[in-house]
């Protein structure tokens, strides 16, 4: 059973829209994390979110991008205007409480159009 | 910052063989966890292997193990008897205390039948 459940899987989407991609973790996490993958190029970090707050963020996450956990429990990422350089895999992924591993949802595939 | 270097793009390794990916990493913070993660083409990832920095002994877990060379910093790791199932990219990232996760480019591993 994974221990992260993001959704959709796929999103298409016209540049200029807004996406708002969704995480679900399952046990005790304490800190969650959004990283993003271009298609054949490396994992490149977002940001960080800890006690219902940004922690760190890279040059990446504008203002374009937000972060919320608005009912405790979904984790979700917002891209207010996508552009055409949004188009990539984004996952979230989660560390537990008392371990040092971080662990990846299955990841949204974003085209934007 | 920290810094993950990858040197191989891409490795060939003859199935039942062991083959060594390569990892060096740059940081001024004592306290620090290095990892291996598996994307296969299926686009996720996965969490293969962790060393922390005060750990005295190689990690293991099953065929894979952690060549730990601090005074060098680096961090490879060593897969042995090859499986076709093997084949896929292999990401090192190091996350330092309380931080976020950096990864490397990542090296394309085939293996050969």
């Known amino acids: 059973e994974p221990e992260v459940t993001q959704t959709p899987s796929h999103q298409v989407t016209q540049m200029g829209q807004e996406v708002i991609l969704r995480c679900v973790p399952i046990?005790?996490?304490?800190?969650f994390y959004w990283y993003r993958q271009i298609l054949g190029q490396k994992v490149e970090f977002l940001v960080s979110f800890y006690n219902n707050e940004i922690s760190e963020k890279s040059e990446i996450f504008d203002d374009q991008f937000s972060v919320e956990r608005p009912d405790g429990s979904n984790f979700t990422l917002k891209i207010r205007s996508t552009k055409l350089e949004d188009s990539a895999m984004y996952f979230c992924?989660?560390?537990?409480?008392?371990?040092?591993?971080?662990?990846f949802g299955s990841g949204t595939q974003l085209s934007v159009l | 910052a920290q810094k993950i270097t990858q040197t191989q793009p891409g490795m060939f390794v003859q199935e039942k063989e062991a083959v060594t990916l390569d990892c060096t990493y740059d940081t001024s913070d004592p306290s620090y966890g290095l990892f291996w993660y598996k994307q296969p083409s299926s686009g996720e990832m996965i969490f293969l292997i962790y060393?922390?920095?005060?750990?005295?002994q190689n990690a293991t877990e099953g065929r894979y193990s952690l060549n730990f060379q601090k005074a060098r910093k680096s961090a490879n790791l060593v897969i042995s008897a090859s499986q076709l199932g093997d084949s896929a990219m292999y990401f090192c990232?190091?996350?330092?205390?309380?931080?976020?996760?950096?990864f490397g480019a990542g090296t394309r591993l085939t293996v050969k039948p």
């Open positions: 990232a190091m996350r330092e205390y309380n931080n976020d996760m950096r």
């Open positions: 046990s005790n996490h304490l800190y």
């Open positions: 992924a989660f560390v537990r409480a008392g371990d040092e591993k971080l662990f």
């Open positions: 060393q922390g920095s005060y750990d005295q």
